[in-house]
């Protein structure tokens, strides 16, 4: 069975097994995870902290895209995809872990500075309370310099008006991948610095 073949298998699995918690029946495409990739800075000090890495399309993405292996952390929370993940990237640290702890999780990884968090959590499917606890960890992770970076596939930004305001953050649309199933936009966010 070819690499991509086993890496949707094991994604549609998981979504049969947790369709709410993954968002989406299939993984997404190359061309949105080098979108994702190319808005992180490699030359930027810190570590890239990827979010529900899923089957690892944006991993690789990132990986291509220059990021070494030793300033990549991933984090993935289902368990099976964590195991998949692992095998096929044997060189990355990546934990099978819960994004709504992300400053500890950070902490006990020996993440001091975060350079970006590339998530492919599905916020719009997530309840309102999990949703704000995990933007909330992915802001304090971030200090004042790093960015998130994170895709959806509503129209309107993933993190809301009211919420960019009490984090303070800014948002911007940069990329709008039609060739996705479905089609998803590329948000990035910082504290407007």
């Not at 020996?110 to 933007?135: E, H, T, Y």
Request: net charge negative; charged share 15%.
């Amino acid at each position: 069975m070819s690499t991509h073949l086993n890496s949707t298998c094991h994604f549609i699995a998981a979504w049969l097994r947790s369709p709410l918690k993954m968002g989406a029946a299939l993984p997404s495409s190359k061309l949105l995870a080098d979108a994702m990739a190319q808005q992180v800075n490699i030359s930027n000090e810190g570590a890239v902290v990827e979010l529900g890495a899923g089957t690892g399309v944006v991993t690789q993405a990132l990986l291509d895209s220059g990021i070494t292996p030793d300033k990549l952390l991933v984090i993935e929370r289902e368990k099976q995809l964590h195991a998949f993940l692992q095998e096929n990237f044997p060189d990355l640290q990546i934990l099978c872990a819960d994004a709504l702890e992300l400053e500890n999780v950070l902490s006990s990884a020996g993440v001091q500075k975060v350079n970006a968090i590339v998530s492919s959590l599905p916020f719009l499917s997530m309840p309102d309370a999990v949703r704000r606890g995990i933007q909330e960890q992915m802001v304090k992770s971030i200090g004042n310099e790093g960015i998130i970076i994170q895709f959806t596939y509503g129209l309107q930004s993933p993190i809301n008006t009211n919420e960019l305001e009490a984090y303070g953050l800014v948002g911007k649309r940069v990329k709008f991948v039609l060739l996705n199933v479905p089609p998803a936009h590329v948000w990035v966010y910082n504290k407007g610095n």
